[in-house]
């Protein structure tokens, strides 16, 4: 007996000392912009909401604290107007003082276990000196968001509705997939009776459609992250591979040159595959796994994502190594609208404009097939989806895609070329330029 307690004794002894160590929050991570940087994307956004005389109180909300398997990743205007990853926080812009509070957990309770107290030491986020020190901001806890909203009674509340128009609220159907804005706006109707909500979308998009020169270099890592992969993908494009092992080779490059996740999921498809759109072949998960046979076009449109910013890349493949005539010929129409679109792409244009091009631009007998409209392309950022308004200007900073598809289903050929644009001064520039994209060139990099 006498011996047993020793041993608990000395296990306990263990467990005290064998505590993992407290960390700070930038020993984790480190802020991606500068505070300067930071406290001028907030001006920016006080500009904007001023000038179409919006007063009120923005309210954007931090992701959820827990990452259910995957890497933390910040929601995209929290993390745009912060650049902190602070989880379970709500940042809080008073328009047009322009005063600004980030409401957080005083711990981070990702780094809590009860089972675990040794493992998890816990990581502190209130008192973290740290984070006000480096980014300018003040720091309240969120238990004193309720008391602070109280004394808004009355505030137009301003939340970025996802698009221009009416507000979207959560619905009550049985089953919805609600945003964390919604969700948000739920507990104020429920907790504080708010009801004057004002959508900021078009605010927000006109100061994330501008992106900084921080913002470009990352983008353009993004891209050659990306041109890199494909490259190496497209090597072990052959008959009798399947589109999954493409994939593979694809998202392993990713990795090794830095990425840290997909833009989103890979889509590689081949043969009759290549003539669905991706929400199609996206609903069985063994849609996207067909081996190629020879004669076969296989479609890359593909993007990583480098802190936080992402690429979107497209092309297209012959699996033999070469293209047949028609093939060939179709490929080589569509790059040409595509080159053409990008040679009449420079500042004080609209994507309008573009759409009117391609209406003059496309073959009459090539139009039935050419899926342009609004979908020749999107702005690129944070997300494959950037905040962005179609009658917009176009100006310097602004990076989006462009991505005429071609559906043939009557020939059964279909061929999609994607590029990332950089508007500039004076034009625009290619951010995907270092892959090949002509039907000759393309078959040169295969024989490689």
Not at 41 to 59: D, H, P, Y
Not at 168 to 176: K, P
Request: include cysteine; charge should be neutral.
């Amino acid at each position: 007996m006498k011996n047993l307690f020793s041993i608990i004794i000395a296990l306990t002894i263990n467990q005290l000392t064998a505590q993992t160590p407290q960390q700070a929050y930038f020993e984790w991570t480190a802020l991606p912009f500068s505070k300067v940087e930071l406290d001028q994307r907030r001006s920016n956004l006080l500009l904007e909401l001023t000038a179409k005389n919006i007063k009120g109180l923005v309210l954007i909300p931090a992701k959820d604290g827990f990452s259910f398997g995957e890497t933390f990743r910040q929601l995209d205007d929290f993390y745009y107007f912060t650049g902190l990853e602070l989880p379970n926080a709500i940042l809080a812009i008073e328009v047009p003082s322009g005063n600004t509070t980030v409401f957080t957990p005083e711990m981070d309770q990702r780094f809590h276990s009860a089972s675990r107290p040794n493992d998890f030491p816990g990581r502190p986020l209130l008192n973290d000196l740290a984070i006000n020190t480096q980014t300018g901001l003040v720091l309240k806890n969120i238990t004193q968001f309720t008391s602070y909203m109280n004394s808004k009674s009355g505030h137009t509340i301003i939340i970025n509705n996802g698009r221009e128009g009416d507000i979207r609220f959560a619905n009550e159907d049985y089953i919805a997939t609600h945003s964390p804005v919604q969700v948000l706006m739920k507990a104020l109707q429920s907790k504080h009776d708010t009801s004057n909500f004002k959508n900021g979308y078009s605010a927000i998009a006109n100061v994330r459609m501008i992106k900084s020169e921080a913002e470009i270099t990352i983008m353009k890592k993004a891209a050659q992250i990306t041109v890199e992969s494909i490259i190496e993908a497209a090597k072990s494009i052959k008959s009798g591979v399947d589109e999954r092992y493409l994939e593979g080779v694809l998202e392993g490059h990713y990795k090794k040159l830095g990425a840290q996740r997909l833009a989103f999921g890979s889509i590689i498809k081949s043969g009759p595959n290549s003539l669905w759109p991706w929400r199609i072949l996206a609903t069985h998960y063994n849609r996207r796994n067909r081996e190629m046979m020879p004669g076969d076009l296989v479609i890359f449109d593909v993007g990583c994502e480098y802190n936080n910013y992402v690429s979107d890349i497209g092309r297209t493949f012959p699996v033999s190594g070469k293209f047949t005539a028609r093939q060939k010929e179709i490929l080589t129409m569509e790059v040409g609208v595509a080159d053409q679109i990008i040679d009449y792409i420079k500042p004080g244009i609209t994507f309008k404009d573009i759409r009117n091009l391609t209406n003059k631009i496309i073959p009459k007998d090539a139009k039935p097939y050419m899926q342009v409209g609004l979908f020749f392309g999107h702005h690129l950022g944070l997300s494959t989806g950037d905040p962005d308004l179609p009658d917009a200007l176009l100006k310097p900073g602004m990076i989006f895609t462009v991505e005429p598809w071609y559906y043939n289903h009557d020939e059964q050929i279909s061929v999609f070329t994607e590029d990332v644009i950089l508007i500039t001064k004076d034009g625009c520039e290619v951010l995907s330029k270092n892959l090949p994209r002509t039907p000759d060139a393309l078959e040169q990099l295969m024989q490689q």
